[in-house]
């Protein structure tokens, strides 16, 4: 019983979090944030980096690798 | 170099030169590594299923690019980071059966046996590649919000102009070459890691 009871609360609750949503909060506004500015050419430098970091990351991961296979050849000396 | 001054887009249509070819470039690697795949099943070589592996996880780490980076353009341009796109749904569907590939391969310890189950299944995921980033974007009753959207999200559609073209087809071609050097390092790196452990 007490189960069912928070399983409708929890469903009433969200029921509300939906009604809430429909109006637009003032925060959600594409406002001429620094990302916005001129142009959103920021947009653009943002994927850069995305991709820059990305395959940064990815080398690191590679070096990793190899460190472990020499010290496995080290090892095995 | 000049490019079309859209509304919306403004300056982020740029983003042609480095988000769609990562996209250019996944589909090229994982290409290369259905072929290798289908080597491997005519005629089983430990190298070939090195090459389509490798290829496969290299094809991955752009693929995630690609989307990361396309999450943020929809963000400052269409006005969420995900929106229920075909092409958007398709491609992480696609990545996620890619991501089962490296599931599959790391959870069989024989090596003949895995070579051959994920040179399987790597056939099986490009045809969802296929499927659903190719055509299922061109039979959705949703129209995608991607640049020549209702019908065919294909490459003309695009309306570059003659200035973007001088820069995005060099560009196509330079991230795929960066691609497959990347797949080569690994390529090498794990025949030299195979031919370690067959040693010991």
């Known amino acids: ?45 943002a994927v850069v980096l995305i991709i820059l970091a990305g395959l940064l990351l990815y080398v690191i991961g590679i070096d990793r690798k190899v460190s472990k296979m020499e010290k496995e050849i080290e090892d095995k000396k | 170099m000049p490019v079309p001054a859209l509304p919306i887009l403004h300056e982020t249509i740029r983003n042609l030169y ?42 991955m780490v752009f693929g995630v690019l690609g989307l990361i980076t396309g999450s943020l353009w929809a963000k400052y341009t269409w006005g969420a980071w995900w929106i229920n796109d075909p092409k958007l749904n398709g491609a992480a569907i696609t990545l996620l059966s890619y991501f089962a590939y490296i599931v599959l391969r790391s959870s069989m310890d024989d090596e003949q046996k895995r070579s051959r189950v994920s040179a399987v299944y790597n056939i099986f995921a490009y045809a969802m590649l296929i499927v659903f980033v190719m055509v299922y974007p061109r039979l959705s009753n949703v129209d995608s919000l991607h640049p020549g959207n209702g019908g ?49």
Not at chain 1, 4 to 28: M, S, V, W
């Open chain 2, 152 to 200: 065919n999200p294909g490459f003309n559609s695009y309306d570059l102009d003659s200035h973007m073209r001088l820069v995005f087809y060099p560009a196509i071609i330079g991230w795929i070459l960066l691609c497959s050097w990347i797949a080569s390092i690994n390529i090498r790196l794990e025949r030299i890691n195979r031919y370690n452990h067959n040693k010991i």
């Open chain 2, 18 to 59: 480095f988000h769609v070819c990562m996209w250019f470039a996944m589909m090229f690697i994982l290409t290369v590594s259905l072929v290798y795949s289908i080597k491997f099943l005519m005629n089983p070589k430990e190298d070939y299923d090195i090459i389509a592996s490798q290829c496969a996880y290299t094809g």
């Open chain 1, 1 to 45: 019983m007490r189960k069912i009871r928070n399983l409708l609360l929890l469903f009433a609750l969200l029921c509300t979090g939906k009604l809430f949503a429909q109006t637009e909060p003032a925060g959600n506004v594409d406002m001429a944030d620094s990302l916005r500015n001129s142009g959103k050419i920021y947009v653009v430098v």
